[in-house]
Nanobody, 123 residues
Framework: QVQLVESGGGLVQAGGSLRLSCAVS????????MGWFRQAPGKEREFVAG????????TYADAVKGRFTTSRDNAKNTAHLQMNSLKPEDTAVYYC????????????????WGQGTQVTVSS
Protein backbone atom coordinates (compact mmCIF):
# COMPACT_ATOMS: atom_id res chain seq x y z
CA GLN A 1 0.00 0.00 0.00
CA VAL A 2 1.47 3.31 -1.09
CA GLN A 3 1.22 6.08 1.48
CA LEU A 4 1.91 9.77 1.07
CA VAL A 5 2.36 12.23 3.91
CA GLU A 6 2.52 15.97 3.32
CA SER A 7 4.10 18.44 5.70
CA GLY A 8 5.21 22.05 5.77
CA GLY A 9 1.94 23.90 5.56
CA GLY A 10 1.09 26.83 7.77
CA LEU A 11 0.16 30.49 8.00
CA VAL A 12 2.26 33.04 6.15
CA GLN A 13 1.89 36.65 5.15
CA ALA A 14 1.47 37.65 1.53
CA GLY A 15 4.82 37.75 -0.19
CA GLY A 16 6.24 35.06 2.06
CA SER A 17 7.41 31.54 1.31
CA LEU A 18 6.64 27.99 2.37
CA ARG A 19 8.16 24.67 1.44
CA LEU A 20 5.91 21.64 1.34
CA SER A 21 7.25 18.12 1.52
CA CYS A 22 5.68 14.84 0.51
CA ALA A 23 7.13 11.61 1.88
CA VAL A 24 6.18 8.45 0.01
CA SER A 25 6.35 4.92 1.38
CA UNK A 26 5.17 1.47 0.40
CA UNK A 27 6.22 1.57 -3.22
CA UNK A 28 9.11 2.27 -5.56
CA UNK A 29 9.07 6.04 -5.62
CA UNK A 30 11.07 6.36 -8.82
CA UNK A 31 8.31 4.54 -10.71
CA UNK A 32 5.81 7.29 -9.98
CA UNK A 33 5.24 10.67 -11.47
CA MET A 34 4.02 13.16 -8.91
CA GLY A 35 1.44 15.89 -8.96
CA TRP A 36 0.66 18.67 -6.55
CA PHE A 37 -2.91 19.87 -6.27
CA ARG A 38 -4.83 22.28 -4.09
CA GLN A 39 -8.39 22.79 -3.03
CA ALA A 40 -9.79 26.02 -1.67
CA PRO A 41 -13.09 26.12 0.26
CA GLY A 42 -16.03 25.79 -2.09
CA LYS A 43 -13.83 25.09 -5.10
CA GLU A 44 -12.79 22.02 -7.00
CA ARG A 45 -9.39 20.48 -6.54
CA GLU A 46 -6.99 21.93 -9.09
CA PHE A 47 -3.61 21.10 -10.51
CA VAL A 48 -0.63 23.09 -9.22
CA ALA A 49 2.54 21.34 -10.41
CA GLY A 50 3.80 18.03 -11.74
CA UNK A 51 7.16 16.33 -11.90
CA UNK A 52 8.32 13.35 -13.90
CA UNK A 53 9.66 10.13 -12.44
CA UNK A 54 13.27 11.22 -12.87
CA UNK A 55 12.65 14.80 -11.86
CA UNK A 56 13.94 16.01 -15.19
CA UNK A 57 10.64 17.43 -16.36
CA UNK A 58 8.25 19.72 -14.51
CA THR A 59 5.04 21.49 -15.37
CA TYR A 60 3.08 24.22 -13.60
CA ALA A 61 -0.32 25.80 -13.60
CA ASP A 62 -0.29 29.31 -15.03
CA ALA A 63 -1.37 30.71 -11.67
CA VAL A 64 1.83 29.58 -9.97
CA LYS A 65 4.35 29.62 -12.79
CA GLY A 66 7.45 31.56 -11.83
CA ARG A 67 6.58 31.45 -8.11
CA PHE A 68 6.42 27.72 -7.29
CA THR A 69 9.06 25.08 -7.92
CA THR A 70 8.71 21.34 -7.47
CA SER A 71 11.58 18.90 -7.02
CA ARG A 72 12.14 15.35 -5.88
CA ASP A 73 14.81 13.18 -4.31
CA ASN A 74 14.27 9.58 -5.34
CA ALA A 75 16.94 8.34 -2.93
CA LYS A 76 14.91 9.78 -0.05
CA ASN A 77 11.45 9.01 -1.44
CA THR A 78 10.55 12.64 -1.01
CA ALA A 79 9.26 15.49 -3.13
CA HIS A 80 9.00 19.18 -2.41
CA LEU A 81 6.99 22.17 -3.49
CA GLN A 82 8.76 25.47 -2.88
CA MET A 83 6.25 28.29 -2.84
CA ASN A 84 7.50 31.87 -3.07
CA SER A 85 5.75 35.23 -3.40
CA LEU A 86 2.63 33.73 -1.89
CA LYS A 87 -0.69 35.45 -2.44
CA PRO A 88 -3.95 35.25 -0.48
CA GLU A 89 -5.48 33.39 -3.41
CA ASP A 90 -2.96 30.59 -2.84
CA THR A 91 -4.81 29.73 0.38
CA ALA A 92 -5.96 26.11 0.13
CA VAL A 93 -5.35 22.58 1.28
CA TYR A 94 -2.43 21.24 -0.72
CA TYR A 95 -2.16 17.61 -1.74
CA CYS A 96 0.53 15.47 -3.29
CA UNK A 97 -0.41 12.51 -5.42
CA UNK A 98 1.36 9.87 -7.51
CA UNK A 99 0.63 7.83 -10.59
CA UNK A 100 2.58 5.53 -12.86
CA UNK A 101 4.23 6.90 -16.00
CA UNK A 102 3.82 10.59 -16.70
CA UNK A 103 2.45 13.44 -14.65
CA UNK A 104 -0.84 14.87 -15.83
CA UNK A 105 -3.03 17.76 -14.76
CA UNK A 106 -6.09 15.63 -14.09
CA UNK A 107 -7.17 14.72 -10.58
CA UNK A 108 -8.77 11.50 -11.82
CA UNK A 109 -5.49 10.21 -13.23
CA UNK A 110 -3.76 9.85 -9.87
CA UNK A 111 -3.82 6.64 -7.91
CA UNK A 112 -2.59 7.57 -4.45
CA TRP A 113 -3.06 10.74 -2.43
CA GLY A 114 -1.79 12.30 0.74
CA GLN A 115 -4.05 13.68 3.44
CA GLY A 116 -3.35 17.29 2.58
CA THR A 117 -1.74 20.18 4.40
CA GLN A 118 -3.30 23.58 4.97
CA VAL A 119 -1.66 26.68 3.54
CA THR A 120 -3.09 30.02 4.60
CA VAL A 121 -1.79 33.29 3.20
CA SER A 122 -2.87 36.45 4.98
CA SER A 123 -3.08 39.82 3.26
Amino acid sequence: QVQLVESGGGLVQAGGSLRLSCAVSGGTFSRYAMGWFRQAPGKEREFVAGISRSGGSTTYADAVKGRFTTSRDNAKNTAHLQMNSLKPEDTAVYYCAVRYFTATMEVRDYDYWGQGTQVTVSS
